[in-house]
């Protein structure tokens, strides 16, 4: 798999000049533009000056009578035609045979022919719908991998869930490149998945590809930035559940040996993620006291007894425990820690508008001493949360917010924002702490000083 298609229609000068500056900005990948088998679509895709032009027809029946109301014969010139003048203009070509797999397979090897023999680069088989099985996948391109010289490309769908298991058994068959997409977004259900795609070559079938893994975290949560469509916890690969844990047995069986539980030939630290032990209703033992030792908390066996039991309490009302709920839940019973907080927050203010920068004030005891602080940023939850970095001084440069998300909003006017923020301090250590409140930035301000405090005070 070298290569990521992206496809998009051009309908005015400039949107054309817009791909053409992409294709001309000196990345190293290759910006594929698709087009119809129409001369204005091929034009527009030539002018843009791509790396190269992928067209395409329909192929099957369903689609031929139904959308572009042609016979066999005149598909097989029309997509001919399109290839040549791809050709002539001194440009790569890929062509698809939409709806390849619901296609009758003589007439389908007939169409792959024609193009190939028309000069065509690489041809694509699309799973337009969905709707082939792995095994069938398998077959059809063993087939055409026995009439067709040059390399064979998918595009698999998901309509069934089945579009990384048809890219890989394509793989497998002999085509020697598969289109996925990040997080697979795509029409109806999707697309194949880059991430699962790229990690089974790599970690199930010992492939390589040009993918530098250790991104695909990262660039999966920035699509999501992108695009508003979150990523589901669940996701394998990059959801956040993916190297969580929160089973007794597995959580146990992680912390003696992470493969116990994990693939591993998948780590989270090859795709760039981070393990996490969960702590809810199905916490065992070694989890709680793994984290309370973490944070230099020691409790006795009855002790850790009573911190579990209140933790599965808490869990079974629906409530996730958060690392800043573990150790308050561990100092009630224990006994509050000596001293005071490193951070004892008394009073925040901001200023915001649409004319106006935000700037917040956060005023607060640390480490017994009173300050006052004042920062800016690029919204008022932003400029708090600067402040406060500002606020702890030397301090700021072993700590440094790993995450922040709304995790729950009610309804009604008066809504209640639930703010959950990660703290990572110089080690890797990362605490979490949620905070709710009717104010967005006064929840956030809050969760951000109780995690600090936390990773300062142990």
């Known amino acids: 798999m070298d290569t990521i298609e992206a496809g998009f229609p051009i309908a005015s000068a400039g949107d054309m000049e817009s791909v053409h500056n992409i294709a001309t900005a000196g990345l190293t990948s290759e910006v594929c533009g698709l087009a119809r088998v129409l001369t204005k679509d091929l034009d527009a895709c030539i002018q843009a000056d791509v790396g190269m032009i992928h067209t395409f027809v329909s192929t099957s029946d369903i689609q031929r009578i139904h959308t572009i109301k042609k016979s066999r014969e005149e598909v097989i010139e029309m997509a001919t035609n399109a290839v040549e003048y791809i050709k002539d203009h001194g440009m790569r ?48 391109i063993s087939e055409l991998d026995k009439d067709i010289n040059i390399p064979i490309d998918t595009h698999c769908h998901n309509d069934f869930g089945l579009a990384v298991a048809n890219s890989l058994m394509a793989i497998e068959a002999g085509a020697s490149q598969a289109q996925v997409t990040v997080n697979g977004l795509g029409e109806r259900a999707g697309n194949a998945d880059l991430a699962e795609t790229v990690m089974s070559l790599h970690s199930i079938y010992g492939a390589k590809t040009n993918i530098n893994t250790e991104y695909i975290v990262e660039t ?40 116990t539980f994990e693939p591993g030939i998948m ?14 209703k199905h916490a065992g033992r070694h989890a709680v006291l793994r984290s309370l030792q973490s944070a230099n908390i020691n409790p006795s066996d009855e002790q850790l007894d009573a911190i579990i039991n209140k933790v599965k309490v808490l869990a079974d009302k629906g409530k996730r425990i958060t690392d800043a709920d573990l150790y308050a839940i561990a100092f009630d019973i224990l006994g509050k820690p000596e001293g005071m907080p490193v951070i004892d927050l008394e009073e925040v203010s901001v200023m915001t508008g649409n004319i106006t920068t935000s700037t917040a004030v956060v005023k607060a005891l640390v480490n017994g001493t009173e300050r006052i602080t004042s920062d800016v940023g690029v919204g008022p939850v932003d400029a708090a949360l600067k402040a406060v970095e500002t606020l702890i001084g030397k301090h700021a440069s072993s700590v440094s917010i790993h995450d922040f998300r709304i995790e729950a909003v009610t309804g009604g006017a008066d809504a209640l924002a639930e703010v959950v923020i990660g703290v990572q301090d110089k080690n890797g250590r990362i605490v979490t702490a949620r905070a709710a409140n009717a104010d967005i930035v006064l929840a956030s301000v809050e969760a951000l000083v109780t995690a600090i405090n936390m990773l300062l005070k142990t």
Do not use: Q, W
């Not at 780590?267 to 809810?280: A, D, F, N, Q």
């Open 93 to 140: 070509c890929m062509f698809s045979a939409m709806d390849a797999t619901r296609t009758d397979i003589d007439y389908l090897i007939d169409v792959y022919k024609a193009v190939e023999d028309a000069g065509c680069d690489i041809i694509n088989v699309p799973d337009t719908v969905g709707v082939i099985a792995p095994s069938g996948m398998y077959r059809l």
């Open 220 to 259: 999966a949560r920035m699509v999501e930035r992108y695009t508003g469509v979150a990523i589901p916890p669940h996701m394998p690969v990059v959801g956040e559940n993916a190297f969580a844990h929160e089973s007794g047995i597995h959580t146990h069986g992680v912390l003696e040996n992470s493969d």
């Open 267 to 280: 780590t989270p630290e090859m795709v760039g993620h981070t393990r996490r032990i969960v702590l809810g």
